[in-house]
């Protein structure tokens, strides 16, 4: 493995500069969930290019090649999302979004030029995969649709997948720019449940409360009621957290209200736990409602399940980046004692994680030393690019490695 190992970094290496092109051609061209009318084109574009012949468009957005099958053996899937946000930009890179209001503001660019790179890199190498490597370009990441959508059409099928992976950047970090990070084992992000709760009541004259029925009356309690779901229901040693993050009503002051909305989210990193909590959370909502004559509805705007590092991943991982960049040269959360699942961010990966084992491997690109001093979804976010090829490596690395230890 060692001799390729080398030739896989040299050969990302040299790709480096187009990488850093198409990043900042994608950046300058942010796309929104499922509507990739310019960046799903590019990517088939690039992979025709490298020579596939192959390319699928699977489910509403995203875009499938596979690689290798000369030699049998297992699938391993590497994954790269393509879509952007909702947001203004407000860097002063010469690159910047020439869309307002829309932001490659997580670094999905760089995400899906890796995944290009990888892709380079290993239709180069074609004879020498143990198996077969499919490629999953993904839309809709932010809503959490694009995931379940291609694992509806199929992605995760014809050839069946056996394991996944994914990369994803991180800037306003605490490790130097250009480091991969190995995650532990049993580790992951915590799935989260965005909903939002509608209660009807009944407006009336301020005066007149007796002839109403007031929705914020019931809103305030339905708040409050949930807060035992923390202080009494789940087990302390589980966590898990529910925020309300908006709640309006009415727009007169001497007006009772018809209706009122609270919207918030749930997030928990066992899949028991969510299970439990949405169904008191659900009994709760409408129950509290009803007490003051209320009728409350809850509706859901994305469910991403749990993501969880499989640890059969994680030591094939290892050993693929030390192959790759040298032992010291990566950063690995188990050496370094960071082993503890807690309650952070979501990824709609969790859909695969549903399925098979996964794998998530973060990549620093900003240091804050350096400067970087916004991270994901802020409109001041930078992602230094000038370490794509490290990422591009990563994915085929960590995918030739896998298969040759499974065959
Ligand atoms: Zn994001
Ligand atoms: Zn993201």
């Not at 990888?118 to 990441?141: C, N, R, S, V, Y």
């Not at 490790?175 to 915590?190: D, E, Q, Y």
């Not at 009772?256 to 997030?267: Q, Y």
Request: aromatic letters at 8%; glycine letters at 8%; one cysteine or more.
């Amino acid at each position: 493995m060692s001799e390729l190992s080398s030739l896989i970094l040299e050969d990302a290496k040299a790709l480096q500069p187009s990488l850093q092109e198409y990043r900042r051609w994608l950046h300058q061209r942010p796309e929104l969930g499922f509507d990739l009318v310019e960046t799903k084109p590019f990517v088939i574009s690039k992979l025709k290019e490298y020579g596939y012949d192959n390319i699928r468009e699977v489910g509403k957005a995203g875009v499938t090649v596979t690689v290798g099958g000369k030699k049998p053996g297992k699938v391993y899937l590497i994954r790269a999302d393509m879509d952007a946000l909702p947001i203004n930009e407000e860097t002063d890179v010469e690159y910047k979004s020439c869309t307002p209001n829309k932001m490659h503001a997580c670094g999905h660019d760089m995400h899906t030029t890796m995944l290009l790179g990888a892709a380079k890199i290993l239709k180069d190498h074609e004879e020498e995969i143990d198996g077969t490597i499919k490629l999953m370009f993904q839309p809709a990441e932010e809503t959490c649709e694009g995931c379940k959508d291609m694992i509806d059409a199929g992605i995760l099928e014809d050839p069946k997948v056996d394991v996944a992976m994914m990369i994803h950047v991180a800037a306003a970090v605490p490790a130097p720019t250009g480091t991969i990070i190995l995650p532990a084992g049993k580790t992951g992000l915590s799935s989260n449940d965005q909903f939002t709760i509608t209660i009807q009541g009944k407006g009336a004259h301020g005066a007149m409360p007796q002839d109403g029925i007031d929705p914020i009356n019931a809103g305030v309690h339905i708040f409050q009621a949930l807060q035992v779901l923390n202080a009494r229901e789940i087990d302390p040693n589980d966590p898990f957290i529910l925020t309300i993050g908006s709640f309006n009503s009415g727009i007169a002051p001497n007006v009772i209200p018809d209706s009122a909305t609270l919207s918030g989210t749930i997030r928990t990193i066992s899949s028991k736990v969510r299970e439990k909590v949405k169904k008191r959370f659900e009994e709760i909502v409408v129950s509290q409602a009803e007490v003051f004559g209320a009728k409350a509805t809850i509706s859901y705007l994305s469910n991403c399940p749990v993501f969880l590092n499989d640890p059969g991943l994680v030591a094939s991982g290892r050993r693929a980046l030390t192959e790759l960049f040298g032992q010291g040269n990566f950063i690995d959360y188990e050496a370094i004692g960071m082993t503890q699942f807690r309650v952070a961010g979501s990824e709609d990966f969790g859909y695969a994680s549903e399925h098979v084992p996964t794998i998530l491997v973060p990549f620093a690109v900003g240091d804050v030393k350096d400067g970087f001093k916004y991270g994901a979804h802020h409109p001041k976010a930078e992602f230094d690019d000038n370490y794509l090829y490290k990422g591009a490596a990563t994915y085929a690395m960590c995918a030739l490695t896998w298969l040759s230890e499974n065959k």
